[in-house]
């Protein structure tokens, strides 16, 4: 195994979880790392008496979820109520009861309002209490691996589509260890016919909401060739 190609490995097992954004219907993922870095940034700037440490996303009951319009990336969660797990450090600024209600009211809020996560349970563990000393730094998150040269045609009408919606800083190449932004595919429909689908993954600013971000890409594509597939996207970074 190459240096570069265990590097790929490495990053996609760091991506964490393939987040359902929106609803069945929205055909949007985004990475698990992706959006704990927009919750951390949130945390940070709304509650600075507390730190968030590790943060995990997962659905709030596996039995909860809905099929998908469109097929999902590998190993993506279907579309579901989600929960937000996370160890916090806090200060005595205030009554810790205080500080856990607004941590979970900023982080309920932060991934509705500019991810489009479906946040129905916010759990807290308070793992430390430290003396105040101002908010801390927040390190940039992980970036993914920046999409490889597209040559092939019907890609390169794809990528040229995702990059003109508002929002959309770049393709990314994450899903798969191949570099690859555009993957495009046939698959049986309900009539047994093969069907194109297409999957493009890019990461995405922070002025805009990432599902809808998400929804205008699908839309974008899907329009951009004749045959109308169904498409998939996934957001592997904010910001």
């Not at 489009?116 to 563990?125: N, S, Y």
């Not at 993914?144 to 597209?150: G, K, T, V, W, Y």
């Not at 794809?158 to 495009?184: D, F, K, N």
């Not at 002025?207 to 004749?226: F, G, K, S």
């Amino acid at each position: 195994m190459t240096d570069r190609w265990a590097q790929a490995v490495r990053h996609q097992v760091g991506m964490g979880r393939l987040l359902p954004l929106g609803g069945p219907r929205d055909g949007a993922w985004i990475a698990e790392q992706a959006a704990a870095a927009v919750l951390g940034r949130a945390a940070a700037a709304g509650v600075p008496d507390a730190r968030l440490g590790a943060l995990r996303i997962t659905l709030a009951d596996p039995e909860e979820v809905h099929e998908p319009v469109v097929p999902s990336p590998p190993s993506a969660l279907a579309p579901g109520p989600l929960r937000v797990t996370a160890d916090v450090t806090a200060t005595a600024a205030e009554p810790l009861p205080t500080t856990a209600a607004r941590l979970r009211r900023t982080l309920a809020t932060a991934a509705a309002e500019q991810l489009g996560l479906a946040v129905t349970e916010v759990d807290l563990r308070v793992t430390d209490l430290v003396e105040p000393d101002g908010p801390a730094p927040q390190a940039p998150g992980p970036q993914p691996p920046a999409a490889r040269q597209i040559t092939d045609p019907q890609e390169s009408g794809v990528a040229a589509a995702a990059l003109s919606v508002p929002g959309v800083t770049r393709l990314t190449g994450s899903l798969g260890g191949l570099a690859r932004a555009v993957h495009i595919e046939e698959r049986p429909d309900e009539t047994a016919l093969p069907r194109r689908h297409v999957r493009v993954e890019v990461a995405v600013d922070a002025d805009h909401r990432a599902v809808d971000v998400a929804r205008q890409v699908r839309a974008a594509v899907r329009d951009a060739l004749d045959d109308h597939p169904t498409v998939a996207v996934l957001i592997t970074a904010v910001g």
